[in-house]
């Protein structure tokens, strides 16, 4: 099951309940084993107690040794139900971070997009791993959390029946306990928050960096993006200090509270045995159970500390899941079959304006344009990232809004500039799967110079590219990038700038092979390279946000002064 995207979409509370809800076998499981132990471990001062006064005081060896047995008995059955409670719970809590781990994978490939915005690939990631395994871990503290309940509450029936006092103190003073150790964890809550939120951002930049490493010493900004990276460092660092510092204060104020608590349990203890109202077993008893007594309240403070924490990153996790989609499914149905017929109308869309182009089935165009950011829109209009903000695109007659973003990419393809390789073969990211690939990868490579690649490559197409591809230089990641897009073998195929990182040799190689390639088939080509304009049917030209021209290369060269600039500069 997957979250509904909707207006309110699910809260952080919502995604705590899912987690605690989705492992109830593993939280019921390891809940009972967990009260097991502390039952146990509440049994041992009162099991000492009854040693004393029916075995001790009364002089009895039988006794003596019957009441041993019972408590090697209780021990054993406690050091088991920790043992396999704890293993149940850590399994349950893993198993719930997976969960979430999928919900948020699931969210951020949605086919309507829009999980991503407003954050850096490092930060997604950053949610997907920390603060999933919080919002796992949750599962872990509800059992920590039963058996301290456990615990105080065997712990108070004891001593209701040593003392009704001190049994009734202990009922009043756990729950004033609990409700303070809420109060103070509201300050480490929001703290968390903010570390998480810098912990992730600071991710995010370092992830920025590393991708882009080569890039920036090309440009002699390396120094200033470390900078960065230190001074993001350095705010996430203080914001994980400054939650450490609320955690470590909660802690603290909780366990002198707690141990207050306990004296005052103690010193009542005392005078009740001194007056002669309790046994000196009974009191040996009050004593162990009042110093038992420490772990379930600390259990309490503990389990307030990672409520605290798991609310935090929960509420993160809930934004991504609710983030409102970028476009939204329609109902019509793709033509069948599907011809690969484009139109645009008054099409606008960030530094598109009023744009009119027709491409018809089957056709190879060129598209270039005087402002990058111009074929990035369009690129997005293509690809349905993003919908117009103004007028329509069409397929086949089909207004693109109409469509089910998952359905319109089973037929058009937006083959971006920076497309990333996957880990694993050249031959399989070209296949674009784990699997080896069929056959019929051969003509996509030939098509765009990726059988040189592979050629040059110790183990051929067998061979690694690394993780994103990195193993690779630049031109050859864009030339097996290539031949995965045009092995898809999309109606509709759309390629923005496949040889910016290729010799002039190799870029018309791939523009007469993409050419060949495709013939029959609608693709466009958003480009400013006159190799690969030369090869359309004709070029459409796009200055300042509109349709300035459109005709051959070679006519649009030698009659267009703004065209001769931005493709021939």
Known sequence: MGWRVAAQGPSGRDVLRRAIAGQRRGVAIGSVLAVGHQLGEALVPVLIGVVIDDAVAGDDAAALVRWLLVLVAVYVVLALSFRLGVKASERAAELAAHQVRLELVGRVLDPRGGAERGRLPGAVANIATDDAKRVGYIVMVVTVGVSGLAGAAVSAAALLLISVPLGLLVLVGTPVLLWLGH??????????????????????????????????????????AVERYRATSRDSLAATLRAAR????QNGVVLALTGGFIALVALVGGRLALSGDI??????????????????????????????????????VAEVLAAEPAVVPGDRRLAEPVRGGLRLR????????????AVAPGELVGVATTEPAAAEALLRCLGRVEDPEAGVVELDGVPLTGL???????????????????????AGNVAAGPEPPGPGTGPAMAAAAADEVARALPRGAASEVGEAGRALSGGQRQRVALARALHAGRPVLVV??????????????????????RAGRTTLLVTNSPALLAVADRVVFVDAGRVAAEGPHADLVRDEAAYRTAVLA
């Open 183 to 224: 109060l103070l964890s509201k300050p480490l809550e929001h703290r968390s928050a903010a570390e998480q939120e810098q912990a992730a951002n600071a991710s995010g930049v370092a992830a920025d960096l590393i991708a882009g490493l080569r890039v920036l010493k090309g440009i002699g900004a390396r120094d200033a």
């Open 246 to 249: 609320a955690e470590g204060w």
């Open 279 to 316: 046994t000196l077993g009974e009191l040996v008893a009050a004593v162990g159970l009042a110093q038992f007594l420490l772990t379930p309240l600390q259990v309490f403070a503990y389990v307030n500390a990672e409520f605290a924490q798991a609310r935090a990153s929960a509420a993160r």
């Open 346 to 357: 008054g099409v606008g869309l960030g530094a598109l304006t009023e744009v009119d182009m």
């Open 404 to 426: 089910d973003p998952a359905e319109l990419r089973t037929a058009v393809l937006v083959a971006a500039h920076d497309a990333d390789l996957f880990a694993g073969t050249v």
């Open 496 to 517: 923005h700038d496949p040889t910016t990182a290729v010799d002039v040799v190799t870029e018309a190689r791939m523009a007469e092979g993409l050419r060949d390639y």
